[in-house]
């Protein structure tokens, strides 16, 4: 059948919808294009056919072992005429069928191919990323530790959240081992001090700053163990093996000495700055009036006290011993209030947050316990230092603690979500023991003293 060529879409559009129609909704492109061309040109088509030819030692090879000829052309007369002719009616029905294909695509779609997605959390290799998620603990890398918390099915910290990290901005060498660290500040008068004391019984006064000394003291005969300051009535109280004493801030005037016999590890001072108390080695527990060095009373347990803290209301203090236990006491009275068992060995560090909410205990077991001090219950126990805990400190707006060991190592703790203690970072400075951390009052300041004879400031 022969259709006559449409000047017009209309007639375009409909040559191409019958054809559809006789072929069937399923016929591709290439065939609607063939059949209108035949259509169009039956001579044309009639007069270009394949015959076979002879074979020759050039043909292909069929699976059947039959040898395949290629195909050829007749070459029809008048070849520049039919060229011709061919191209102008190609042209024509070119046309048409494309036209009639856009006036019926709404029933007529070529197949797309279909574009590959990527694999779906299911269907993924549960092993491809393995190297990135899992560090051989044999080979640690320098910053990341193994961190976990306890209580809960998987804890491991594998990176720092909550707060920006803190900087090391200043190293400052001393003449030994830094044993104790106090800072002081008075806005109005533009002065901000570091007080440290040293393993040769010296304490030194610096100018955070620039870390120049101030003034220093040939305080103790021995190791000064422990030091505190009175902000208000200007008192610097140190603590060693021959004993307490008590100085002028500003003059660097020794005020009075409280005699031991025994190494007295800590000291801490009440809010309104009325009393301190103190703990020694033969387990003493006592109270002192800050003013005159009056003794208020003196208790004991037998157990070294290695550290002391005072609750911000004043109206308790507590105690970490060598029998493993933190102990709460009535600050006016010494009585015994609570007890706070969980450590495995000494508690060597206790340190209270700013709210009177948490207690937290750092201990040679190489964890940290954190309590409510309200009613003794355990909220959760940090892991992760690979030696002892000797010194505990919490950031004036109680969002952080600071952990200082024998690994060398400070930790930093995020409190501000007690659901979930977490790992914010690793400082990794020092070369030996971090006996002292402090954080400075209103600034997001860290200041850590060590057995390798530096204070480190971090900001």
């Not at 707006?397 to 977490?422: I, N």
Request: glycine share 6%; net charge negative; charged share 20%.
């Amino acid at each position: 059948m022969h259709r006559a060529q449409g000047n017009s879409y209309t007639e375009a559009a409909k040559n191409g919808e019958e054809v559809l129609q006789r072929l069937g909704r399923s016929a591709t492109e290439s065939q609607v294009v063939a059949e209108l061309y035949a259509e169009a040109n039956p001579a044309v088509v009639s007069e270009t056919t394949m015959v076979p030819v002879e074979p020759s030692i050039q043909s292909d090879v069929s699976l059947s072992g039959r040898e395949i000829a290629p195909p050829v052309q007749k070459t029809p007369p008048f070849p520049v005429l039919k060229t011709t002719f061919i191209s102008i009616c190609t042209s024509i029905v070119g046309a048409t069928a494309l036209t009639a294909l856009a006036f019926i695509s709404e029933s007529f779609t070529l197949p797309q191919a279909e574009t590959p997605t990527a694999p779906s959390a299911e269907e993924s290799d549960p092993h491809e990323d393995l190297p990135s998620k899992i560090n051989d603990p044999s080979e640690p890398e320098a910053h990341s530790e193994p961190d976990t918390f306890e209580n809960s099915e998987s804890n491991t910290v594998t990176s720092i959240a909550a707060a920006p990290p803190l900087t090391l901005t200043q190293s400052i060498a001393e003449s030994s081992a830094v044993w104790a660290i106090a800072t002081y500040s008075d806005e109005g008068r533009n002065i901000n001090l570091i007080v440290s004391g040293e393993e040769s019984g010296l304490i030194t006064i610096r100018d955070q700053g620039s870390g120049q000394p101030v003034r220093t003291l040939e305080a103790h005969d021995d190791t000064v163990r422990a030091i505190e300051i009175a902000p208000n009535t200007r008192r610097l109280i140190s603590s060693s093996g021959d004993g307490i004493k008590v100085w002028n801030l500003e003059t660097g005037e020794l005020l009075y000495r409280l005699p031991s016999s025994t190494p007295v590890w800590s000291i801490a001072i009440a809010p309104d700055e009325s009393r301190f108390v103190s703990g020694a080695d033969d387990g003493s527990l006592a109270a002192w009036d800050l003013e005159t060095g009056q003794s208020l009373y003196s208790t004991s347990d037998g157990a070294t006290i290695w550290s002391v803290a005072v609750a911000p209301d004043g109206k308790s203090f507590v105690s970490g011993d060598s029998n493993r236990v933190v102990c709460q006491r009535d600050l006016a009275t010494g009585q015994l209030l609570k007890t706070f068992k969980g450590h495995q060995s000494n508690v060597r560090a206790v340190a209270i947050s700013p709210d009177g909410q948490t207690l937290a205990s750092g201990s040679w077991d190489k964890t940290i316990k954190l309590w409510s001090l309200e009613t003794g219950e355990l909220q959760a126990t940090l892991e992760g230092h690979r030696d002892h805990i000797v010194s505990l400190a919490i950031s004036s707006d109680g969002d952080m603690l600071a952990s200082g060991s024998t690994d060398t190592t400070v930790k930093l703790w995020s409190l501000s979500d007690l659901s979930d203690y977490k790992l914010l970072e690793n400082l990794e400075a020092h070369s030996d023991w971090v006996l002292a951390t402090v954080f400075k009052d209103r600034e997001r300041t860290l200041i850590t003293g060590s057995k390798d004879k530096t204070i480190k400031i971090w900001e």
